[in-house]
């Protein structure tokens, strides 16, 4: 959900639609503003013509009458300033709106949001292999050895790959595997295990007979863990 908060007569002398008698206060009202994205904001802007104060005011009473909630600019920075501190979302089943903190609640199909922090977790919901201790568990297990095996190839030509793997997952996935549905943990194993088999390590081990890895069966299982 991304907008801008525009003016329908100018704020600033010889901007578009600017009224001269306009008082200060109703410039800033929200009965002046109208919410467009940033591509519209500047077609109206631009084209001042088509686009007068009469057809905007025409298209924000549009929306209204839509039921549209309108906001004003103080409660715009109260928003904001609430949003600045909120640090987690939860979004269920990947579909659906999203609400953040009810009553009067911002809600959407979809939401853009920056961020000042380096990194943004996203929490695996039900039914993703990273929801599963034991899914998520043995696929990490078999990242870490791929890891292993490539850092220890003795030819070198293979030097700072391991850390590519990641990228792999993606690239084969389109996304994060601990995001991934459960019915593709086999796929995911067949990937990771067939890579560990690929490396200088892994075909040796398996010109000796030597097994790269565990099963998913074999793997123990905490208490709890299934």
């Keep these: 959900m991304t907008a801008e908060i525009c003016h329908i007569r100018a704020l600033n002398t010889g901007g578009p639609r ?14 002046n503003l109208i919410l467009m994205c940033g591509r519209h904001h500047k077609i109206i802007d631009t084209e001042t013509r088509k686009y ?8 924000k009473l549009q929306h209204e009458e839509r039921g549209v909630t309108e906001i004003s600019p103080q409660v715009t920075r109260v928003a904001e300033q609430l949003l600045a501190n909120y640090t987690r979302i939860s ?3 990947n579909k ?9 609640a911002v809600q959407a199909n979809t939401i853009n ?4 922090r380096q990194k943004v977790s996203v929490a695996p919901p039900a039914g993703t292999i990273g929801a599963s201790a034991s899914m998520s568990s043995y696929c990490s ?4 050895r791929y890891q292993q095996y490539q850092k220890g190839d003795p030819t070198g030509k ?9 990228l792999a997952l993606k690239r084969q996935f389109k996304g994060p595997w601990k995001l991934l549905d459960e019915a593709f943990f086999t796929d995911l194993v067949a990937f990771l295990q067939a890579r560990i088999d690929a490396t200088f390590i892994g075909r040796l081990n398996r010109s000796k007979g030597i097994r790269n890895y565990h099963s998913f069966d074999e793997m123990p299982r905490k208490p709890g863990m299934s």
């Design 113 to 116: 949001f920056t961020t000042t």
């Design 52 to 59: 007068t104060a009469d057809v905007l005011l025409a298209m």
């Design 96 to 104: 659906g709106n999203i609400a953040i903190h009810s009553p009067g």
């Design 91 to 93: 979004v269920v089943n």
């Design 158 to 166: 293979t030097d700072f790959k391991y850390q590519a793997i990641h």
């Design 18 to 31: 600017y009224e001269k008698s306009q008082s200060p206060e109703k410039r800033n009202a929200a009965s």
């Design 141 to 144: 297990y078999l990242i870490d």
